[in-house]
């Protein structure tokens, strides 16, 4: 304990004894301020969550003969929509296919002729979907229990949401989807549904969210990584700056105009400030959006100026010196 006391009784002595000796130098030796530029820009601020999901079909549905055969034709493909009650497939059961392999060797007309009186059997659709696998092709044979085609009725996205940001999501949520495969590619979404149960995933306790798109693009397929960002709070389109550009004092917020002639202090100005996020601040008045910011810009000490501290060490001989330019 008295060596903690001491130690800041020393770092006092030492401020006190710099602040003496910067008060003491002349007036042409203290810095003087520099500004610099800030960015005003037009945008939308934007507080979000962000966690990673997986395409996934939110209805899967594996189609699978109602009788063992063989495939005599395949009419979809993979990524082809379909409608309920559309014929995918056609199916051979096992006796027709026999007899009609029969039929061929005593010639095209009496083979003919037993398609015409045994019938092939189709495979169709039971909703409105996209084609998302097709695990047969024709003259394949086929078992009542083997998956012929796979079908999905709408691609969503399900997200993994830790538990200490879960209570911030709720259904109707807006969220923005990006592709890990075409991360310059936003699709807006909506929360539909928030996992009751919790699930863990390397020691930590995640909820899972259904995400749906308003429009499902073209690129998309099943199984792909994406980011989904839960946007909780959103600015109206706004001018905004960074945060180190705007002073917070007794008047309340404020920001430096450039003055309108070189050598003049520039104008302190009164805004009014929203959101803030990431480094930039929303400016809901106060400014035109015409206005030249600027803020104070952060310079190292000039070699000359600091040599002469007794705090600093000097720059050493046949060396480079220890700051970098202003």
């Keep these: 304990m ?13 401020a006190a004894a710099w602040q003496g000796w910067r008060m003491a130098q002349p007036d042409g030796a203290r810095a003087e301020p520099v500004y ?15 966690s990673t999901g997986v395409v996934e079909p939110r209805n899967r549905l594996e189609i699978k003969p109602s009788i063992a055969g063989r495939i ?9 929509a379909v409608k309920r009650g559309d014929i995918m497939a056609w199916l051979s059961s096992t006796e027709r296919a026999t007899l009609l392999d029969a039929a061929r060797t005593k010639g095209a007309a009496t083979a003919k002729k037993w398609e015409e009186i045994y019938r092939a059997t189709p495979l169709m659709a039971p909703l409105d ?10 003259g394949q ?7 012929v085609l796979v079908l999905s009725d709408r691609l969503i996205v399900r997200a993994q949401v830790d538990e200490t940001d879960i209570g911030r999501i709720r259904t109707g949520l807006v969220a923005r989807i990006q592709l890990d495969a ?14 009751y149960e919790a699930i863990t995933v390397n020691n930590v306790t995640i909820y899972e969210v259904e995400v749906e798109l308003e429009h499902i693009p073209d690129f998309m397929k099943s199984g792909m990584t994406a980011t989904v960002s839960f946007e909780l709070e959103t600015s109206s389109e706004t001018w905004a700056l960074p945060l180190d550009a705007v002073r917070q004092g007794d008047p309340g917020a404020q920001v430096l105009i450039a003055p309108a002639q070189p050598g003049l202090a520039p104008e302190a100005r009164s805004v009014t400030t929203g ?13 035109q959006g015409d206005e030249q910011v ?22 050493p001989p046949g060396g480079r010196p220890r700051t970098g330019p202003p």
């Excluded at 800030?38 to 939308?44: E, I, K, P």
């Excluded at 979907?129 to 024709?138: D, F, K, L, N, Y």
């Excluded at 075409?182 to 996992?195: F, N, P, S």
């Design 2 to 14: 008295k060596q903690f006391i001491l130690a800041l009784v020393v770092l006092a002595a030492g």
């Design 36 to 50: 610099e530029p800030a960015d005003l820009v037009r945008t939308t601020l934007v507080i979000a969550i962000e």
């Design 72 to 80: 005599e034709d395949v009419l979809v493909e993979e990524g082809q």
């Design 129 to 138: 979907g996209t084609v998302i696998a097709r695990s047969t092709e024709p």
């Design 141 to 147: 044979t086929v078992t009542a229990a083997d998956t």
């Design 182 to 195: 075409y991360a310059g590619r936003e699709v807006k979404a909506v929360v539909r549904h928030i996992a």
């Design 275 to 287: 959101l803030a996020v990431r480094g930039w601040v929303a400016i809901t008045a106060g400014l």
């Design 294 to 315: 600027v803020k104070t810009a952060f310079r190292l000490p000039d070699e000359k100026k600091a040599s002469g501290s007794p705090f600093l060490p000097g720059r």
